[in-house]
């Protein structure tokens, strides 16, 4: 503020020395005026050194170069939860950097200089526009569309609720700028998203899809029926929390509040993958709705893990939510563990690299794994094996291949002397899954390392693909943090196997045999391939200003939140004065 009020008197004084015109309308003499200039030469320059050496520098660096502008929330009250400001009127204001008209739906940004580049992306852009033109015409208010017998599929995964794909896509409708398509979204989840349902809930499922989905369509777009709604949802997934240890149960009703775990779950085990992957959510559920409760569940969640022993500093897929201890010794990044880890790093780098034991959860989680589980295949492929009580089970799931993009993104804030180390880590994880993509350019649910196996999958039950995002979101990021042209190659070749293998003539779908030369599809277009699979493939071909990873997170279902940063100067012109 200081270096905008001191520019306009500058440009005056520089006006006045002109030929032509009078050093006498000012009043000085020409003494008076070098002074003067020096002094105004001075603070101009350390206001804008400050840009450079504040402890802030990097925020008001961005404020002023940045071609985006940051999002940014407000500061803690002394309950924990951030407030929101008020205006004049006692009504709440909108996050900074979070209101109406954030991004713009007919300019989304991001869009390449590169001819090839703009050409794939426009080429993702017109399978999304394909896949939602088909689920809109055969399944439209249901969960998914069954493209081969055109029609929807409801399932019993979100206990009652509807329109998994409306929600799953409204970001990615919005980021890629097709603005029909997005205000029909939102239209519907106004009029017709009933949260007063009854059924068997997965509280992973529902808070990553639904939770994340509405929480991403109101940061990007200020529009308040989306805060409304996932509030309200939000409070309903309350319940799954009373249980001793305060460890949630897998399974919610969201009518009645009654909760339990699933079924096939080791004696009635919470699973580590689904209790731990809420956090990111339900801070963010705090920060709309100014209530703690949501933030202080997932805390005492890292309470409970932090007091409990965990063998070899690894964490088991199975906890008691009842006595708070392991039941099984089993240990995957891949199914059941995986975005765990995920939301370790994530919760660091939303909370602006302020929450430190999420980093120190994360960097430890880390070590174990390279300590334990890391190996190299004959074929020098780098996998992540499995664990069980000790004896490793030489696979990789499909699932565990967001574990390239996930070591990559936590490279920077390691121990200097292991960056550069976590970054090859995450390149050859990210290599060994592109191995995986052969034949079909399509990779199987699970492949294996032995019995001469490299990256291969050696049973028959595993050789489907359902149209997963994971290989594909690691491509994202190591572009994103590389600039490597592989991976948007790589990627392009994914592009190319979905359109030859997996679409069909009303919409996209898994196909059972990715080894297979003729292909069985499995009549199934999931919700998450239009939030997670095409989101990746268009922010691979997109500039990286476009959700920058500066200024957001992605859940584990692709569903952009803002980092929150704390005691930022307000970066309204019209702004009065900070909360307090």
Not at 468 to 474: D, G, T
Request: with cysteine.
């Amino acid at each position: 503020a200081a270096a905008a009020a001191v520019l306009p008197i500058t440009a005056q004084m520089l006006l006045r020395k002109l030929p032509g015109v009078s050093a006498s309308g000012m009043g000085l003499r020409l003494s008076q005026k070098f002074v003067f200039l020096l002094f105004i030469s001075g603070l101009v320059t350390l206001c804008f050194g400050a840009l450079f050496f504040l402890p802030d520098s990097v925020r008001l660096k961005r404020i002023f170069l940045s071609k985006s502008e940051s999002p940014a929330v407000t500061a803690v009250s002394e309950h924990g939860a951030r407030e929101q400001p008020r205006n004049a009127a006692g009504e709440p204001e909108h996050p900074r950097g979070m209101t109406p008209g954030r991004g713009d739906v007919t300019e989304p940004g991001g869009r390449p200089s590169d001819p090839q580049a703009r050409e794939r992306r426009d080429k993702v852009k017109e399978m999304m526009k394909f896949a939602w033109e088909n689920y809109r015409r055969y399944a439209w208010g249901k969960n998914e569309l069954r493209p081969l017998t055109r029609n929807g599929h409801i399932g019993n995964m979100f206990g009652g609720l509807r329109g998994a794909s409306i929600v799953d896509s409204l970001d990615t409708l919005y980021i890629m700028g097709l603005t029909q398509e997005f205000e029909e979204a939102k239209e519907w989840v106004e009029n017709n998203l009933d949260l007063n349902s009854n059924g068997e809930a997965s509280l992973f499922e529902v808070n990553i899809r639904y939770v994340g989905g509405l929480l991403s369509a109101y940061y990007l777009t200020g529009a308040e029926v989306f805060k409304k709604k996932v509030v309200e949802l939000g409070e309903k997934l309350l319940p799954a929390f009373n249980t001793p240890t305060g460890i949630p149960r897998g399974v919610i009703n969201l009518g009645s509040g009654t909760s339990w775990s699933w079924g096939w779950a080791s004696a009635g085990s919470s699973i580590l993958a689904e209790f731990g992957t809420l956090h990111l959510e339900f801070v963010h559920l705090t920060e709309l709705s100014g209530n703690p409760v949501f933030t202080e569940k997932v805390m005492n969640i890292r309470k409970v893990l932090n007091k409990i022993e965990k063998p070899h500093g690894l964490y088991p897929n199975f906890l008691s939510p009842v006595s708070g201890n392991w039941v099984q010794h089993h240990v995957s990044i891949g199914g059941l563990g995986d975005s765990f880890y995920e939301y370790l790093i994530k919760s660091y780098l939303m909370s602006d690299k302020t929450d430190e034991e999420a980093k120190k959860m994360y960097y430890s989680a880390m070590d174990a794994i390279e300590a334990n589980l890391v190996q190299k295949s004959p074929g020098g492929l780098t996998y992540i094996a499995e664990w069980r009580g000790g004896i490793l089970d030489h696979k990789m799931g499909h699932l565990a291949c967001f574990s390239g993009g996930m070591v990559g993104i936590g490279a920077d804030d390691g121990e200097l002397t292991k960056r550069q180390h976590y970054l090859d880590l995450a390149a050859e994880i990210t290599h060994t899954c592109h191995e995986s993509y052969s034949p079909t350019k399509l990779g199987p649910e699970a492949f294996r390392f032995d019995a001469g196996a490299e990256a291969t999958a050696t049973r028959l039950s595993d050789r489907y693909y359902i149209l997963r995002p994971e290989v594909i979101e690691s491509y994202m990021y190591m572009w994103r943090l590389t600039h490597d042209p592989k991976y948007r190659q790589w990627g392009w070749e994914a592009v190319e196997a979905l359109e030859h293998h997996c679409r069909v003539e009303a919409g996209f779908s898994g196909i059972r045999d990715v080894y297979a030369t003729t292909v069985s599809h499995d009549n199934m277009q999931q919700s998450f391939f239009l939030s997670e699979t095409l989101k990746y493939l268009y922010l691979l071909f997109s500039d990286d200003d476009l959700l920058s990873l500066e200024d957001w997170v992605f859940n584990t279902e692709a569903h952009p939140l803002p980092i929150i940063r704390r005691n930022c100067p307000p970066e309204r012109e019209d702004a009065e004065e900070a909360p307090e």
